[in-house]
């Protein structure tokens, strides 16, 4: 965003930032604005388009330090136009920068406020006097922040910034949180994702160790009076997008995917109703960034469809099924009897999820080589007539046929991996290339929460072509248990 604020263009210059709830935009734009000389504005929910643009007026006022009754009564292109003419004069060096922060607020009663935009910008370019400030406009509301610069929209081929900032990963969100362990991390961030902001809802001391877990559960997310409750939390996300209807049938699409229905036909089984009937709602549901969406790369027609917040996704699996005792104040017992749907549909997916998120951050040519995308697949035994589900593949895909780099397990079970894990590895490789695929030079890749037998570590250090990664390596940045030759 520095840059964006320092480019040497003298024109009006618009960007778009989003992202999720919770994910610290509004504590970076607010930065970026005071850091800048600019003005930070925020919509408010459910606020008129008289309210909400006599309160623009007065910020603008305060800003510019005249009374505020001066421009009470303008309209929203003339209170932009003095924006955007007060901040580019107030950022010293570099033009200073106007911030809107949850635009979708104001689309909702004043849509034309993007063609406004466009309007000013488009006048910037020509010489028409508008001053050449920096505008960013930022929301939650990822429908309407996906669709501002899509097809015809106003701002398409004007924002020069299209920034989403993302969740932490487990590795940064130990660090954010204080903790050291990387298994009660891993547990925190199965629970609640990376959003940086549910740190400060949480009421108790951060757990520091996996015992310390079974205390920290049941008094926040579990506990219906704190502020990172799960059900309030979840329908906090689920009310956020203005596009999303929250009907009966969405709340059913997402907890049939949080129980593991990863296609439509799946979700329709569940839901007894025909998969076309399911294809808007599942639509908009991925729209609004509720569900995530994904095709195996190499089985092109194979959708997979995941819930992208984990908080929904415990609420769904965990707090719904135990929701008697969670009322009545028995969370603790509720946890407990919880805690093996917890490590099976939660703990176990989401350490598959953080071993893909791992390599994808790797630049190292030894390992990827030339992998362009990191996933998981499935293949088929023909013999076996069975298929294999594949954690984690790196792959470079050309006309149809991969070159694979990486093909790996990751395993959050209560038992170290073993010489087994190894020759199941093996014999996926086989069946790779027996589907044509290239998998000479793929690395065997063996994620454990638990470790690994002493005949596997032999055998890896021995081979060359393995990589073995415990929690210590993936969450505490701590150098893999055994690298492929050469790695590094």
């Not at 924006?83 to 010293?92: D, H, N, P, V």
């Not at 809802?201 to 015992?211: C, I, K």
């Not at 081979?463 to 929690?471: E, F, I, Q, Y």
């Amino acid at each position: 965003m520095t840059q964006f604020i320092q480019h040497p263009d003298p024109h009006l210059r618009l960007g778009v930032v989003s992202g999720r709830r919770r994910v610290g935009k509004s504590f970076l734009l607010r930065a970026l604005a005071e850091t800048a000389g600019g003005l930070y504005v925020s919509a408010v929910a459910e606020e008129g388009v008289v309210a909400a643009r006599r309160r623009l007026a007065a910020e603008i006022a305060r800003y510019a330090g005249v009374p505020g009754e001066l421009i009470t009564d303008a309209g929203w292109e003339s209170l932009l136009a003095t924006a955007i003419e007060l901040t580019s004069g107030r950022g010293g060096k570099a033009p200073g920068v106007l911030v809107i922060d949850e635009l979708p607020y104001w689309m909702a009663h004043s849509p034309e406020l993007p063609g406004l935009l466009q309007l000013l910008y488009d006048q910037s370019q020509a010489g028409q006097g508008v001053p050449g400030g920096r505008v960013i406009v930022c929301g939650s509301a990822m429908s309407v922040m996906n669709e501002l610069l899509s097809g015809t929209k106003a701002l398409r081929g004007r924002a020069a910034l299209d920034l989403r900032l993302q969740p932490f990963d487990v590795r940064t969100t130990a660090r954010h949180w204080g903790i050291d362990d990387p298994a009660t991390a891993l547990r925190v961030h199965a629970i609640l994702g990376g959003s940086p902001g549910y740190r400060n809802l949480a009421n108790v001391p951060p757990p520091r160790t996996v015992a310390d877990v079974d205390d920290w559960v049941p008094g926040t997310v579990l506990d219906p009076r704190q502020a990172l409750f799960s059900g309030s939390e979840a329908e906090y996300l689920l009310r956020e997008d203005p596009k999303f209807t929250g009907s009966a049938l969405h709340y059913a699409i997402i907890n049939a995917v949080a129980n593991g229905a990863t296609s439509p036909a799946k979700i329709g089984g569940l839901l007894e109703q025909p998969r076309t009937s399911l294809t808007r709602p599942i639509d908009g549901l991925v729209s609004a960034g509720y569900l995530r969406y994904d095709t195996d790369p190499l089985w092109e027609r194979r959708p997979v469809i995941t819930v992208v917040d984990p908080i929904v996704r415990f609420h769904n699996l965990i707090t719904v099924p135990q929701r008697d005792l969670v009322d009545t104040g028995q969370a603790a017992e509720a946890w407990r009897r919880s805690r093996p749907a917890f490590v099976a549909g939660i703990l176990g997916p989401h350490f598959e999820l953080c071993a893909r998120e791992w390599l994808r951050g790797q630049a190292d040519p030894t390992l990827r080589g030339n992998a362009g995308m990191v996933t998981a697949t499935v293949v088929n035994d023909r013999k076996g007539q069975a298929k294999h589900e594949i954690d984690v593949v790196a792959l470079d895909k050309r006309a149809g046929r991969a070159v694979i780099s990486v093909i790996g397990e990751a395993k959050a079970t209560v038992t170290r991996r073993t010489m087994a894990d190894l020759q199941r590895l093996e014999r996926l490789k086989e069946l790779l290339a027996e589907h044509g695929h290239d998998t000479g030079s793929a690395v065997l890749a063996l994620f454990s929460t638990e470790g690994f037998q002493t005949d596997l570590l032999d055998a890896a250090r021995r081979r060359g072509d393995v990589l073995l990664m415990d929690l210590p390596s993936l969450v505490g940045g701590e150098e893999p248990v055994a690298v492929p030759r050469n790695f590094g």
